[in-house]
Every structure is written in structure tokens, then in C-alpha cells.
T-cell receptor, first 115, second 109 residues
């Protein structure tokens, strides 16, 4: 069984650019959640995807968008990057059943630096 | 608004001492609460969840709805317990976690 993987590991961009981060969910999982973790803070929920549809969103502007693919992998896109977007971006996968959500498994994260 | 508060950024104890990591939450419904742990150079992982009522690695946590708390406890700290600990809330089992700011536990020899 393969765990959650994310790519790239590190990324440096400049203000105004666009970035795409990728996440491969754990085998058997159908739900992917994305979190932003600023330095010294806890992870903050960005949005969640279930069966290729957005299934809830945190307090993030529309320039944060995402996709989920038929194999349940996911992308996070951020347009018009700002300095405050510098953070660790975490992806977590889980399985959703009729009884709710099972344990979320986190990836290692992508460290984004915006200059 | 839903919120999770961990009042201590750093908790430093000696090996063998009791540990209590504090977590308070604000949520009017029935919360699901979790403790996540991140060891050095490892990814965030679930330590325990309140509905399972398990003891993991000697840690326990009891949900106190009256005090809206979910403190993490261990009677005798070990050096390998040194890590960052996050308390998290899931509203109505949506899978969307609200995390506290985290507490670094440092266990000294």
C-alpha cells in the first residue's frame, strides 16, 4: 500500500506567478483535503475534493482552486501569488463511507516560497 | 466561529514526569476531536481520536464537553515523545479539520 505523495518537495516563485501542486492519494481513498500551514501555525483547511467535486472550502480566495482526477489524485492551483502564500501545503487523503470519514493520512507537504 | 486553542507553544518536561498538553475548543455542535503528532522529519500523523477512546503510546485524552476541552495526558514522559502535537476538531464528521497552533513537547533526559 502506497502512502500519500506530493510533488514537488520545494518550490520558489515570484509574486504574481501561478503555481500547481500535486498530490497522489493513498490507495483506496476517495477524498483529498488540502491545508496551508504557515510558519509556526497549525494547518488551515483550504478545500476538500470528493469524487472529483469540490466538497467544502475554507476561508481562502477564489485564486486558490483545485481539481481531483478519476484516480483520486488532486492538484492545488494558486494564481496571482502573494508573499503571504509562502507556506507548507499539505495534502491529506481519506475514505468517505456512509458512516462518515475515516482517518486522514497526510503527505509530506510542498514548501512554497514566494519572493 | 469554530476554533481550537492550544495555549502553550512549548512544554518542556523531564523524562518520567507527567505530561498534559492542553486543548480547548469552541463549537456548539457535537465535535469530533483528534490529536495529531509530527515527529522530527516525519509527516503529520493521527495519534488518537476521542471516539475510539484508545490509549496510544501511553497517551490518553478525554473529551470534557462542559469545559470544552480535550487535553492530552501521559503519566510518564519518554524522550521519544518529543514532537509537535496538534489538537484538531472535525465538525459533524465532515473530514474538514480545524487545527490548533500546536504545542512542542520537549522531553529532557
Amino acid at each position: 500500500e502506497t502512502g500519500v505523495t506530493q510533488s514537488p518537495t520545494h518550490l520558489i516563485k515570484t509574486r504574481g506567478q501561478q503555481v500547481t501542486l500535486r498530490c497522489s492519494s493513498q490507495s483506496g481513498h476517495n477524498t483529498v483535503s488540502w491545508y496551508q500551514q504557515a510558519l509556526g501555525q497549525g494547518p488551515q483547511f483550504i478545500f476538500q475534493y470528493y469524487r472529483e467535486e469540490e466538497n467544502g472550502r475554507g476561508n481562502f480566495p477564489p485564486r486558490f482552486s483545485g481539481l481531483q482526477f478519476p484516480n483520486y489524485s488532486s492538484e492545488l492551483n494558486v494564481n496571482a501569488l502573494e508573499l503571504d502564500d509562502s507556506a507548507l501545503y499539505l495534502c491529506a487523503s481519506s475514505s468517505r463511507t456512509s458512516g462518515g470519514y475515516n482517518e486522514q493520512f497526510f503527505g509530506p507537504g510542498t514548501r512554497l516560497t514566494v519572493l | 466561529a469554530q476554533r481550537v486553542t492550544q495555549p502553550e507553544k512549548l512544554l518542556s518536561v523531564f523524562k518520567g514526569a507527567p505530561v498534559e498538553l492542553k486543548c480547548n475548543y469552541s463549537y456548539s455542535g457535537s465535535p469530533e476531536l483528534f490529536w495529531y503528532v509530527q515527529y522530527s522529519r516525519q509527516r503529520l500523523q493521527l495519534l488518537l481520536r476521542h471516539i475510539s477512546r484508545e490509549s496510544i503510546k501511553g497517551f490518553t485524552a478525554d473529551l470534557n464537553k462542559g469545559e470544552t476541552s480535550f487535553h492530552l495526558k501521559k503519566p510518564f514522559a519518554q524522550e521519544e515523545d518529543s514532537a509537535m502535537y496538534y489538537c484538531a476538531l472535525d465538525r459533524s464528521n465532515t473530514g474538514k479539520l480545524i487545527f490548533g497552533q500546536g504545542t512542542t513537547l520537549q522531553v529532557k533526559p
